[in-house]
T-cell receptor, first 116, second 112 residues
Framework: AQTVTQSQPEMSVQEAETVTLSCTYD???????LFWYKQPPSRQMILVIR??????QNATENRFSVNFQKAAKSFSLKISDSQLGDTAMYFC?????????????FGSGTKLNVKP | DAGVTQSPTHLIKTRGQHVTLRCSPI?????VSWYQQVLGQGPQFIFQ???????GRGNFPDRFSARQFPNYSSELNVNALLLGDSALYLC???????????FGPGTRLTVT
C-alpha cells in the first residue's frame, strides 16, 4: 500500500511571494506517479502538476514546480508569484500503474491562503 | 469539451435509505474512479472501472457498489445509509487507467 503525508495543515503567503508545500510518501513500487491537485472552495479538483518517478528532471508548469527527491520520498510543490486565485486546498497524491489499475492515494491536504 | 459531470449536486437522505450517484466521464475516457471525501480529509478510493470491468476496490463495505455502462458513464450505489456516509463523492475519469485523473465537481451527500 501507499501512504502520503502532508505535514502542513494550513499555510499563508502574501500575494506575489513564493511558497512551498511539503509532501512525503511511502511506496514499495519502483514505477509510480506523483501529482499535486488543487481544490478551490468551489470544490472541483484540478490537476496542478504531474511527475513520473523514473524521470529525474523536476516537473514545471508555469508558476508551479516540484522538488522531487526520490531517495527521500519527498515531493514538494513550489508556487512562485502567488496569486489570490491560488487560494485552495492542495492535495498530494501517488499512484502506481499495475495491470491497468491506478488507485490514487491522497494526503490530507494543505490549506493555502494567499493574502492581498 | 465538457469535463466530468456528476449528478445530483446535493442530496439529503435518511439513515437506512439507498442512494444512486451518477457520473459522465470526459468524452473518450474509458476509466472511471469513485472517491469519498469526508470534510477536512483527502479523497479515499472506493472503486475503479475500466472498459466496464471493476479493476479495483477500496476498503469500503459491501453496501457500496458501482457499475459502468457501455457509454462509460457510471453509477455509485450505497445501500442502508449511515450517518458516516455523509461526504463529498467524487468521480474521476482518465483516458487509460494509468493516466492522471480528471475530477468532477462531486455530489455532496448528507445523511440525517
Amino acid at each position: 500500500a501507499q501512504t502520503v503525508t502532508q505535514s502542513q495543515p494550513e499555510m499563508s503567503v502574501q500575494e506575489a511571494e513564493t511558497v512551498t508545500l511539503s509532501c512525503t510518501y511511502d511506496t514499495s513500487e519502483s514505477n509510480y506517479y506523483l501529482f499535486w491537485y488543487k481544490q478551490p472552495p468551489s470544490r472541483q479538483m484540478i490537476l496542478v502538476i504531474r511527475q513520473e518517478a523514473y524521470k529525474q528532471q523536476n516537473a514545471t508548469e508555469n508558476r508551479f514546480s516540484v522538488n522531487f527527491q526520490k531517495a527521500a520520498k519527498s515531493f514538494s510543490l513550489k508556487i512562485s508569484d502567488s496569486q489570490l486565485g491560488d487560494t485552495a486546498m492542495y492535495f498530494c497524491a501517488v499512484t502506481t500503474a499495475l495491470n491497468n489499475f491506478n488507485k490514487f492515494y491522497f494526503g490530507s491536504g494543505t490549506k493555502l491562503n494567499v493574502k492581498p | 469539451d465538457a469535463g466530468v459531470t456528476q449528478s445530483p449536486t446535493h442530496l439529503i437522505k435518511t439513515r437506512g435509505q439507498h442512494v444512486t450517484l451518477r457520473c459522465s466521464p470526459i468524452s473518450g475516457h474509458k476509466s472511471v474512479s469513485w472517491y469519498q471525501q469526508v470534510l477536512g480529509q483527502g479523497p479515499q478510493f472506493i472503486f475503479q472501472y475500466y472498459e466496464k470491468e471493476e479493476r479495483g476496490r477500496g476498503n469500503f463495505p459491501d453496501r457500496f457498489s458501482a457499475r459502468q455502462f457501455p457509454n462509460y458513464s457510471s453509477e455509485l450505489n450505497v445501500n442502508a445509509l449511515l450517518l458516516g456516509d455523509s461526504a463529498l463523492y467524487l468521480c474521476a475519469s482518465s483516458p487509460m487507467s494509468r493516466d492522471e485523473q480528471y475530477f468532477g465537481p462531486g455530489t455532496r451527500l448528507t445523511v440525517t
